[in-house]
């Protein structure tokens, strides 16, 4: 004779979903998921990390650089001072200098320039220089301009 299936007791009906697997299975069947989503975490994380460094560290060269150049334009030497007015130039340039380091820039630009216009004695008194890096200014006799020698 056949007889039915025997009925679950009631708590074992509670935990199998309409599909017929209980929740525990379904759960564990996401486990890969999980590890390849936290893994991809991970790496997002860290990749920034590495990028947040490598721009950090590019910035600090830009700032040592940028101490070089200032010193350079504060020289004795007329030769290095336009060196290093140069390199402040285009250093201002750099996708590295923000607004505070452009604004350090121009501060350091006038002083030097305004030595090298009074030692040439082609402009008298000219203590209220505004041309800032990245600025050329026309000269007659192609020496050199605000923003460095030309060739």
Do not use: Y
């Amino acid at each position: 004779m056949f007889s039915p299936p025997p009925t679950p007791p009631p708590e074992a009906a509670a935990s199998v979903l309409p599909g017929g697997a209980p929740w525990w299975e379904i759960l564990a069947a996401l486990g890969p998921l999980a590890v390849l989503l936290a893994g991809a975490l991970t790496f997002f994380v860290g990749w920034k990390t590495l990028e947040q460094r490598r721009k950090a560290d590019q910035r600090s060269e830009w700032w040592t650089r940028a101490q070089w150049a200032i010193e350079a334009s504060l020289s004795d030497d007329p030769r290095r001072q336009e060196t290093g007015l140069g390199v402040l130039d285009l250093l201002a340039q750099s996708d590295l200098a923000g607004t505070e380091e452009a604004a350090i820039i121009s501060i350091a630009w006038a002083r030097p320039l305004t030595a090298i216009v009074d030692s040439t004695g082609d402009m008298s008194q000219n203590e209220n220089i505004t041309s800032a890096p990245g600025t050329e200014e026309a000269d007659d006799d192609n020496s050199s301009t605000a923003a460095g020698t030309r060739f």
